[in-house]
C-alpha cells in the first residue's frame, strides 16, 4: 500500500489517541498527537503566570516530539521533557482557551503539516481533517456519549492520580465541547469526506478494527 495520511478528529475523550496509538502501530505508521502539543503549550503559558502575549509565548518556544519505545510519543518544550504534566487538572482546564489563540494555532499547525509532509502519519486531533489534513486518505470523525467520555478520563486520571469526579468531568466534557466547535479559529467540526465512528459501548479492539477496515476498503 502507498503511503497514506489518517486524519482522526473528535471531542474530548472520544478515544482518539488511543485508537490513534493502536492503527499506528498495525500499520507501522507514525502517530502524531496533536493534543499533546497544544497541551504542551498551555502548560508554559500556566508556567509564565498567564501571559496576554501569545505571539511571544510561541515566538520563544521549541516544540519537538520524540518517541521512546517504552514509553512512547514524548513531547519536548524547550528541550524539556513535559510528557508527565500535561494531563494536569489545570493544563485541561486551560488547554482550550490557549489553543483558540491565531499564534499558537499558527505555530502547532505548521509543525503539524511539516510532519505530515512526507505521509505515513496517523494525527488526531479537531481539527485535522478540516485544516492541517485536508488531503488526508482517510478521515474519520470519532464520537462518543459526553457519559462515556466522562467514565474514561476518570478512569485515567485515576491512573494518573489526578483528582476528579464523573459529574465534574462532565461538566467540563460539556463545556469544553461548545468551545471548540464555536471558537472562532478552527473550531471542531466533522469534514465533509470524513466517516463518523461511533466508540460509545465499543472496546478498543472493536474501534481498531472498525477502522483498519476503512484502511484496507480505500
Known sequence: MDLINIAL??????????????????LSMI?????AMYRAITYKY??????????????QTTLELT??????????????????????NDVTQNVSYVASKAPVRTFAVEKQKDLAAKKGIVMDGRDIGTVV????????????????????RQ???EQCGIPSTLSQLKKEIEERDHYDMNRD??????????????????????????????????
Open 9 to 26: 478528529d473528535g471531542p474530548a475523550a472520544a478515544g482518539k489517541s488511543t485508537i490513534a496509538r493502536q492503527v499506528a502501530s498495525k
Open 31 to 35: 502517530y502524531v498527537d496533536t493534543g
Open 67 to 88: 518517541y521512546d519505545k517504552s514509553k512512547g510519543q514524548r513531547i519536548l518544550l524547550d528541550d524539556q521533557d513535559v510528557t508527565d504534566f500535561l494531563r494536569e
Open 133 to 152: 489534513l485536508p488531503n488526508a486518505e482517510l478521515k474519520v470523525y470519532m464520537i462518543a456519549s459526553v457519559e462515556e467520555r466522562a467514565e474514561r
Open 155 to 157: 478512569k485515567e486520571n
Open 185 to 218: 479559529i478552527s473550531p471542531l467540526k466533522k469534514a465533509d469526506d470524513a466517516i463518523t465512528v461511533d466508540t460509545t459501548g465499543k472496546t478498543i479492539e472493536e474501534v481498531t478494527e472498525e477502522i483498519m477496515n476503512l484502511v484496507n476498503n480505500l
Open 46 to 59: 500556566l508556567q509564565n503566570n498567564k501571559p496576554e502575549d501569545f505571539k511571544a509565548l510561541v515566538d
